[in-house]
């Protein structure tokens, strides 16, 4: 008896120790490791077979929204990069020879010195349509970042740069006076149009029009015949289309010249200019244009060097009122756009003011790009030592990055970039 007992005990035990054995390899980490790898083996889904809701769920990474994107190059940007995207200069500006018509070393060490936000070209820039088409090409390869490359193409015998050069087979138009004067909007609309396709075919991606001012003075010269006419609903439906048909083709259409040039007798290319209409006068007539365009669609409004005494009770051009810019642009306006200055190289600016004082109280004022400085490298440096000086905080220079980034990268077709 007590022999089968101790058989009884020895064979408990035996099983136990059996037990605790099999216990003590599978908590082994190699064993771990086998059976974590036949698991997977087990689970993978075959070629044929779809990985479910769940699975997509737990491996999709977080998708990178617009505002998040921008955030990010902007932060890895440096204040000079960043200062440059609020310039758009001549090519000879930018690379310091006196005539370019075409870009290769020299543009690009340019555009790596300063990576400017855009290039506006003249007739002196065009030869013909494959020049014109290369140059442009390898300008915007050399970029860092996106350009804007603008020209002024309004339609008409006075201001069309590529139409009137005569090196190109393109249709040309009658003054937009004219066509204001048909009271066919569709008219419009195929001007915008037919200027954004070969625009576009050719690589800009800006065009400085429509003419969005109203012509209250009939004596007005500077603006004449580049106004659709006096009528400012009229005006204002004529402008619409335009600017469609140019947004259509990837065209960024800029309206000009804001607050309204047509009730001026002075010319901003030579001196300072005044509207003396109230703020109730320009609400119902000049203002019109600009805010159908706006809604239209339109990328950017020019801003020109005009001055409203009756409303700001000073002299002070609109290019460097934020009364005007920030007030009455975009505030009463609503318009969240670029905000691009008149050429800055006119008298109404330099008969009174420095390049760097002219370009430090533009972006004060809520401008977005320096368009043509008299002296590119004197505004650039007169940017960045009101920045480094704390005169202009770097989130105001943010601001206008964001504006310009955003539309470049997001409403520009890719092909225009």
Same mark, same amino acid.
């Given at each position: 008896?007590?022999?089968?007992?101790?058989?009884?005990?020895?064979?408990?035990?035996?099983?136990?120790?059996?037990?605790?054995?099999?216990?003590?390899?599978?908590?082994?980490?190699?064993?771990?490791?086998?059976?974590?790898?036949?698991?997977?083996?087990?689970?993978?889904?075959?070629?044929?077979?779809?990985?479910? &809701?769940? &699975?997509?769920?737990?491996?999709?990474?977080?998708?990178?929204?617009?505002?998040?994107?921008?955030?990010?190059?902007?932060?890895?940007?440096?204040?000079?990069?960043?200062?440059?995207?609020?310039?758009?200069?001549?090519?000879?500006?930018?690379?310091?020879?006196?005539?370019?018509?075409?870009?290769?070393?020299?543009?690009?060490?340019?555009?790596?010195?300063?990576?400017?936000?855009?290039?506006?070209?003249?007739?002196?820039?065009? #030869? &013909?349509?494959?020049?014109?088409?290369?140059?442009?090409?390898?300008?915007?390869?050399?970029?860092?970042?996106?350009?804007?490359?603008?020209?002024?193409?309004?339609?008409?015998?006075?201001?069309?740069?590529?139409?009137?050069?005569?090196?190109? =087979?393109?249709?040309?138009?009658?003054?937009?006076?004219?066509?204001?004067?048909?009271?066919?909007?569709?008219?419009?609309?195929?001007?915008?149009?037919?200027?954004?396709?070969?625009? =576009?075919?050719?690589?800009?991606?800006?065009?400085?029009?429509?003419?969005?001012?109203?012509?209250?003075?009939?004596?007005?010269?500077?603006?004449?015949?580049?106004?659709?006419?006096?009528?400012?609903?009229?005006?204002?439906?004529? #402008?619409?289309?335009?600017?469609?048909?140019?947004?259509?083709?990837?065209?960024?259409? #800029?309206?000009?010249?804001?607050?309204?040039?047509?009730?001026?007798?002075?010319?901003?290319?030579?001196?300072?200019?005044?509207?003396?209409?109230?703020?109730?006068?320009?609400?119902?007539?000049?203002?019109?244009?600009?805010?159908?365009?706006? =809604?239209?669609?339109?990328?950017?409004?020019?801003?020109?060097?005009?001055?409203?005494?009756? #409303?700001?009770?000073?002299?002070?051009?609109?290019?460097?009122?934020?009364?005007?810019?920030?007030?009455?642009?975009?505030?009463?306006?609503?318009?969240?756009?670029?905000?691009?200055? &008149?050429?800055?190289?006119?008298?109404?600016?330099?008969?009174?003011?420095?390049?760097?004082?002219?370009?430090?109280?533009?972006?004060?004022?809520?401008?977005?790009?320096?368009?043509?400085?008299?002296?590119?490298?004197?505004?650039?440096?007169?940017?960045?030592?009101?920045?480094?000086?704390?005169?202009?905080?770097?989130?105001?220079?943010?601001?206008?990055?964001?504006?310009?980034?955003?539309?470049?990268?997001?409403?520009?077709?890719?092909?225009?970039?």
């Amino acid at each position: 008896m007590k022999i089968k007992n101790r058989i009884l005990i020895f064979s408990l035990a035996s099983v136990i120790f059996g037990i605790s054995c099999l216990s003590g390899c599978s908590s082994s980490p190699n064993s771990n490791e086998s059976a974590a790898e036949n698991q997977v083996e087990t689970t993978k889904p075959s070629k044929e077979t779809e990985p479910s &809701d769940n &699975d997509n769920h737990l491996s999709a990474e977080p998708v990178e929204t617009e505002d998040t994107k921008l955030q990010k190059i902007i932060s890895e940007m440096t204040l000079e990069e960043k200062i440059c995207q609020l310039f758009m200069v001549t090519p000879e500006q930018l690379t310091l020879v006196d005539t370019v018509i075409q870009a290769g070393e020299t543009t690009k060490e340019a555009l790596a010195r300063r990576p400017v936000g855009g290039l506006i070209y003249f007739q002196s820039n065009i #030869v &013909d349509e494959q020049q014109l088409k290369t140059m442009i090409a390898n300008t915007q390869s050399y970029s860092k970042y996106p350009l804007f490359i603008g020209i002024d193409e309004e339609g008409g015998p006075l201001v069309s740069r590529i139409a009137n050069s005569g090196s190109f =087979h393109v249709e040309t138009f009658p003054s937009m006076r004219e066509i204001g004067a048909t009271g066919d909007y569709n008219k419009a609309y195929q001007v915008g149009l037919t200027i954004g396709s070969y625009l =576009h075919e050719l690589g800009f991606n800006m065009n400085f029009a429509p003419v969005a001012d109203v012509l209250t003075n009939p004596s007005n010269t500077v603006i004449g015949s580049r106004s659709f006419g006096a009528d400012p609903e009229m005006n204002a439906q004529m #402008v619409v289309q335009v600017t469609k048909g140019l947004q259509e083709q990837g065209i960024c259409a #800029v309206l000009k010249h804001f607050p309204g040039h047509g009730g001026t007798n002075e010319d901003s290319h030579e001196n300072a200019v005044c509207n003396d209409r109230t703020l109730e006068q320009l609400k119902t007539t000049e203002f019109l244009p600009f805010s159908r365009g706006i =809604h239209a669609g339109a990328g950017c409004v020019m801003v020109g060097h005009i001055s409203l005494p009756s #409303v700001t009770q000073n002299d002070l051009p609109a290019t460097l009122s934020s009364e005007i810019i920030t007030g009455l642009l975009r505030e009463t306006l609503s318009f969240d756009g670029i905000v691009i200055t &008149d050429s800055m190289s006119m008298g109404a600016i330099t008969n009174y003011y420095t390049s760097g004082e002219a370009a430090i109280k533009a972006i004060q004022a809520g401008a977005d790009i320096i368009l043509i400085p008299q002296h590119f490298e004197q505004a650039f440096e007169g940017l960045l030592q009101a920045v480094q000086s704390g005169t202009i905080t770097e989130d105001r220079i943010d601001e206008s990055v964001y504006r310009i980034l955003r539309y470049k990268l997001f409403q520009l077709p890719q092909t225009s970039q």
